[in-house]
């Protein structure tokens, strides 16, 4: 059974930098065609993809944030890092952490920007 | 990015009646491998989103077979046969053949 869970702090200042880990079971991010991405959605609004990272260390950023963004893997510890600079209040959302199939998605975790 | 727009953006329905959403991307959804990566979720209150729906029709394991997924190149459409009171919740529509995947803006499906 694949699962996935999505930790990390739930309130961040203005200006300072999100650190998302996603600490997954069931499957191996050494598996070819396998990935780990971050979507999030704010409040009331819709999904937005975020970064992807593949079994090859293929990674790939949403273009409007990609600078901001920085996404790793550790296969011995079956997990997947989002970083995230630069924190504003419109980035206060749910992140969820979501197999590459797109089939098997973590309970989301909620950030909250304030200062 | 490839815009996807679904509508109706609201859809009151009645249960036992049919529903169906519609989902139009700005660009052909055909990979290069001729597959077409289209996908539908629904999303309860306070719940993750769920895949209902890839590759346009096929149906996940566990999804009611009063679910169906249609359509090709840019236009698609999910259809509920006959609503039932778990199917309440917002449906999004989603590429994933063109990166940056994208998600429509949601249809929320409520009781009429």
């Known amino acids: 059974q694949i699962t996935l869970r999505e930790s990390g702090p739930t309130l961040v200042k203005p200006t300072q930098t999100l650190t998302l880990t996603c600490t997954f079971s069931g499957f191996s991010l050494t598996t070819s065609g396998v990935g780990v991405g971050w979507i999030r959605q704010p409040p009331g609004k819709a999904l937005e993809w975020l970064a992807l990272?593949?079994?090859?260390?293929?990674?790939r950023y949403s273009p409007s944030l990609g600078s901001r963004l920085t996404i790793t893997k550790d296969t011995s510890k079956n997990q997947v890092v989002l970083t995230m600079t630069n924190m504003d209040p419109v980035d206060t959302a749910t992140y969820y952490c979501?197999?590459?199939?797109?089939?098997?998605w973590g309970t989301g975790t909620t950030v909250t920007v304030s200062s | 990015d490839v815009v996807m727009t679904q509508s109706p953006l609201s859809l009151p329905v009645t249960l036992g009646q049919p529903a169906s959403i519609s989902c139009r991307s700005s660009q052909s959804l055909v990979y290069s491998d001729g597959t077409t990566y289209l996908n539908w979720f629904q999303q309860r209150p306070g719940q993750s989103p769920r895949r209902l729906i890839y590759?346009?029709?096929k149906r996940d394991s566990g999804v009611p077979d009063r679910f169906s997924g249609s359509g090709s190149g840019t236009d698609f459409t999910l259809k509920i046969s006959r609503v039932e009171a778990e199917d309440f919740g917002v449906y999004y529509c989603?590429?994933?053949?063109?990166?940056?995947?994208?998600f429509g803006q949601g249809t929320k499906v409520e009781i009429k």
């Open positions: 979501v197999h590459s199939k797109m089939d098997v």
């Open positions: 990272i593949y079994w090859d260390d293929d990674d």
């Open positions: 590759k346009v029709s």
């Open positions: 989603m590429q994933g053949t063109h990166w940056p995947w994208t």
